[in-house]
């Protein structure tokens, strides 16, 4: 009660202060014009998180300055002469950082006194209240509590200002500069902004909330670590560093709380639950690209199998997904032959997140190990086999998805209460070994009931219930790779379009905008037109255009399969955007219909010599198409400007200009350096070579015309850059831009 | 309250001994006078009396026991008056006292008549309801003395507690502590003679961190056979740089 009613002086008198009062009011109208002129790819990002994300810088560095006015002046004016003559010095310390602590929240809630009715009014019927409280509470409210812990412990353990300054303005800049240079590598280490981006405003947001809520986890710990021993180092009784914290220590609770607060920080980065110890991807060959957008690559040869003396003839499986707990358990059954008839060792890959449980071999137990982890979140595992000339293995399997900690550490997979996006290998343990051309794939798959799934490759059927959830039956190909599995509250509209049976899934709740803005009619005039042009999709009678949320950023073509993010379904001009030439909308989603055409049924395949690729020929597929959907004016703005653009951005570029400062650099400097040049090289370079090829051969309809026969000629097949130039008859020189 | 100093020594880090050797013992009920010239360890002393300084050998017992062992109650029997203090500018006299007061863990029902008290002996009435940052340097120097009465601890050190002050408010306060030592150990230091004169039971001279008398003020002027205090400290303090 006393600890409580000094406590509550200690507050009264830090909100008496005008510094304080000033404080907050510039926060709070930094937050108001941060919602106001608040932009961001969806209306979540644009009016809520951005504006949280933007005040929290603001507000990390006020409040680290307001922490340190605190703790200094009463130091410089001897106010603590008085003050720890009278009560404890040690609790007086951390009243004042409760105190501090609780300015803090009084300002995130002066802020959300505006920032929640904006909030809701600005994003309508998008409004979602577990994203509010993450942006101005997890984010924000966060931020500046570390900012008053992490000053205070420095402070106390300098005792100076000055240092204490240099090291918070440090911190706080070396947090935004590494955000802002998307340098996402380890994630709980930005502190202030944190990497939180591209909420969803149609599902739910758990898995970003997942990252943040563990970013934060880690980020309280390291600062209540750097706190405490602040505390220990308070300089007492005119004693040294040393000696004080001898002195403090001597209260047994400030050492324990240290120990354990450095050892929770090493645990909770050690332990962090999300992400794995995926070993990165060696793009040696292959193309990065700068833009974020997915280039497809295609892969010459077939891939190899760990095993080819086994052979898979049969998989089936029984899933059972819990959104409730977040994890999965099921069972896979697999039939092999041998055709040696040896003892063999059948290689198993799973998600880095999922354990094998169990294995029986021919009815008799068996013993998975498992192995390093690959690439791309995939675990490797082992099972003895005995001799046999055929097997039935049962797998029983369960778990909880990792995402790959490499590249820009985003959670793609995962479960929860209203998504799901499982990859191949934690749907069923993936059996690294041939696979017979009769070979059947089929499955029970237990879900939610207000979850309806959609995989990748293969047709799924809803059955009864089962154990309160729906069972839905699968049948697939089990030699499909990415035969993710995606599970949300869609809607489906199904129409005929360029002889087949197209269906769009979207979000249940993007109804209103799928509507408003005709999609449905949009990519029936896209594959009509396409197919038209270029001839028809053979290898499926299906086509779904599926919505993927915000954060997958983009989109991809696989199988029959097109998916765009829930972006491209904004109405224009709702949001804000970053960039005026940012994409998305119509652009991203007929993109994504031509990939079918060029990338899926023909593979244009990339070499290291030229620009060609499947994204060219798909981006001057999608100019064609928008040329006569939204005339020559759109094209010509979104398309051909921003293509030269970006071609006179490439030609003047320094290594380009100038290769033979290239020779002095490394391979690895090199390889960054060309790297950074592919988006241009692919999106915008090779889609203007075309235009080249569209004068010499006289015309767009010329060119689309070969073009027509190049694909029907090589349907299923890959396509060089030889076999474009052979098909158009034109020379590498004469579509030069050079 | 009886306190003990036993071969107290302080030394800064520069290496200058402001403390040598003090050892004396103080008990209530008693006005003691610390005076002595600038630099000469008054304030070191009181700064280890009231636990801001850690002594660098020897000790200090209160009731018999080392002063920081029961720093809790220690703490709770001592109001403190510092020669150089800063207060909370934003917050009004009455606030400020009340803020003290909770950290003295003086009770909430008793804390107003408290705070009331206070401000009347220290004539701050009409300064009620203004904020610290409005009053002049003499009226913070009140506020830092009513602080220091709050709860009426039984162990009051003041370092120079009407520096600053008129000559009426100077006596009024010599009155009040004259008054407040019947019951409980106050010690007083200053440079200004006439205080100690007037009111100081026991004097203790000071000078370069040693104790050159300790006895009543009437003991000095008898021992250098002078009228006056203030001719008797200047006795005591005549060719000392050549001892």
């Known amino acids: 009660m006393i600890g409580a009613r000094k406590l509550s002086h200690e507050i009264r008198r830090l909100l008496s202060e005008r510094i304080t009062l000033l404080f907050m009011a510039i926060i709070a109208t930094g937050a108001v014009w941060y919602s106001i002129n608040g932009s961001g790819r969806t209306a979540s990002d644009a009016f809520i998180v951005n504006a949280a994300k933007n005040s929290a810088f603001l507000g990390a560095l006020l409040f680290a300055l307001l922490t340190l006015l605190q703790f200094h002046r009463d130091f410089r004016h001897n106010t603590n002469d008085i003050i720890l003559t009278s009560t404890d010095p040690i609790h007086h310390q951390v009243r004042k950082t409760l105190a501090l602590i609780c300015a803090a929240i009084v300002t995130s809630l002066l802020i959300s006194l505006f920032a929640l009715p904006y909030g809701m009014v600005k994003t309508g019927s998008y409004f979602q209240p577990a994203t509010f409280l993450t942006a101005w509470y997890l984010i924000f409210l966060a931020a500046l509590v570390f900012a008053v812990l992490l000053t205070s412990g420095f402070y106390m353990l300098t005792g100076h200002w000055e240092t204490t300054s240099v090291i918070m303005a440090g911190l706080i800049l070396l947090s935004k500069l590494l955000e802002s240079m998307h340098a996402n590598s380890e994630y709980l280490l930005y502190w202030v902004q944190t990497t939180a981006g591209n909420f969803s405003d149609v599902i739910t947001n758990r898995f970003q909330i997942d990252m943040l809520l563990w970013n934060r986890l880690f980020c309280l710990l390291v600062s209540l670590s750097i706190w405490t021993l602040g505390l220990c180092s308070f300089r007492r009784c005119g004693l040294g560093l040393f000696s004080s914290f001898r002195m403090n220590c001597s209260r047994l609770w400030i050492p324990l709380f240290l120990t354990s607060s450095i050892i929770l920080s090493g645990v909770s980065y050690a332990c962090e639950p999300i992400f794995d110890d995926s070993k990165p991807i060696d793009y040696s060959g292959m193309i990065k690209t700068d833009t974020g957008e997915t280039v497809i690559t295609v892969v010459a040869d077939t891939p190899e199998v760990a095993n080819p003396e086994l052979m898979l003839t049969e998989k089936a499986f029984d899933l059972d997904v819990s959104t409730k707990k977040r994890t999965l358990s099921g069972t896979a059954e697999y039939r092999l032959m041998n055709g040696s008839g040896k003892a063999q060792t059948l290689p198993v890959q799973t998600n880095t997140g999922i354990n094998i449980d169990s294995v029986v071999i021919n009815g008799i137990e068996g013993k998975a190990t498992r192995g390093e982890t690959g690439e791309n979140s995939t675990a490797n595992w082992r099972i003895e086999l005995p001799s046999a000339y055929e097997y039935v293995i049962r797998i029983c399997y369960s778990g909880r998805m990792l995402n790959n900690n490499t590249s820009d550490q985003r959670v793609t997979y995962g479960i929860s209460d209203g998504y799901i996006w499982l990859p191949a290998d934690g749907i069923t343990p993936h059996l690294d070994i041939s696979v017979s051309d009769e070979c059947s794939f089929y499955g029970n798959l237990l879900l939610n009931e207000k979850l309806e799934p959609f995989f990748l490759h293969g047709n799924t059927i809803k059955g009864g219930t089962r154990n309160g959830k729906t069972q839905w039956q699968y049948t697939g190909s089990p030699d499909a790779m990415g035969i993710s599995l995606f599970a949300a509250e869609y809607m489906t509209e199904t129409f005929e379009a360029g002889g087949l049976n197209a269906e769009l899934k979207y979000f249940a709740k993007h109804e209103s905008s799928v509507r408003d803005m005709d999609a449905a009619n949009v990519i029936k005039a896209a594959i009509d037109y396409f197919t038209e042009v270029y001839g028809p999709l053979f290898y499926d009678k299906h086509l779904t255009i599926l919505e993927l949320p915000a954060y997958f950023s983009g989109g991809f073509a696989g199988g029959s399969t097109s998916a765009v993010d829930e972006t491209v379904f904004s109405p224009k001009g709702y949001i804000p955007a970053e960039s005026p030439h940012s994409g998305g909308g119509i652009d991203v989603l007929v993109h994504e219909i031509a990939h079918q055409w060029w990338g899926i049924a023909t593979m244009p395949v990339q070499d290291n010599t030229s620009f060609w690729s499947s994204e060219g020929i798909t981006c001057y597929s999608t100019y064609c198409f928008l040329k006569e959907y939204l005339g020559e004016d759109y094209v010509q703005e979104n398309y051909i400007n921003e293509w030269q653009h970006n071609w006179e951005i490439y030609k003047n570029a320094f290594y380009i200009q100038h290769p033979e400062y290239l020779e002095k650099l490394s391979d690895k400097d090199v390889s960054n350096i060309m790297g950074s040049f592919q988006g241009m090289k692919l999106y915008n370079i090779m889609p203007l070579m075309m235009l080249k090829a569209e004068d010499a051969l006289g015309g767009t309809e010329a060119l689309q015309k070969k073009l027509s026969e190049l694909y029907m000629s090589h349907m299923g097949q890959l396509i060089t850059y030889d076999d474009f130039l052979a098909a158009t008859g034109l020379t590498e020189e004469a579509i030069s831009l050079e | ?243």
């Open chain 2, 1 to 243: 309250m009886r306190i003990e100093l036993k071969h107290l020594q302080k030394k800064y880090k520069g290496g200058k001994t402001a403390v040598k050797d003090i050892s004396l013992t103080l008990a209530s009920p008693s006005l003691v006078g610390l005076v002595g010239p600038n630099g000469a360890g008054k304030s070191t002393l009181m700064k280890l009396l009231t636990g801001n300084l850690l002594p660098g050998s020897g000790e200090i017992l209160v009731d018999g026991q080392p002063l920081l062992k029961n720093e809790k109650q220690f703490k709770s029997s001592l109001g403190y008056l510092p020669q150089e203090f800063g207060l909370f500018e934003d917050l009004t006299t009455e606030e400020f006292l009340d803020y003290m007061a909770a950290l003295k863990c003086i009770e909430r029902r008793t804390a107003k008549s408290e705070i009331d008290r206070v401000i009347t002996v220290t004539h701050l009435e009409d300064k009620r309801k203004a904020k610290i940052r409005t009053l002049s340097g003499g009226q913070k120097q009140r506020v830092g003395i009513a602080q220091a009465l709050l709860g009426e601890p039984k162990l009051l050190i003041l370092d120079e507690p009407t520096a600053g002050l008129d000559p009426a408010e100077r006596v009024s306060f010599r009155n009040l502590f004259a008054e407040a030592a019947r019951n409980r150990l106050i010690i007083l230091s200053t440079h200004i003679i006439e205080d100690v004169q007037s009111a100081c039971d026991m004097l203790i001279v000071l000078d370069r961190g040693e104790i050159r008398f300790t006895g009543t003020p009437d003991e000095l002027m008898k021992m250098k056979n002078v009228s006056s205090l203030e001719n008797a400290y200047m006795a005591l303090m005549e060719g000392r740089d050549s001892e």
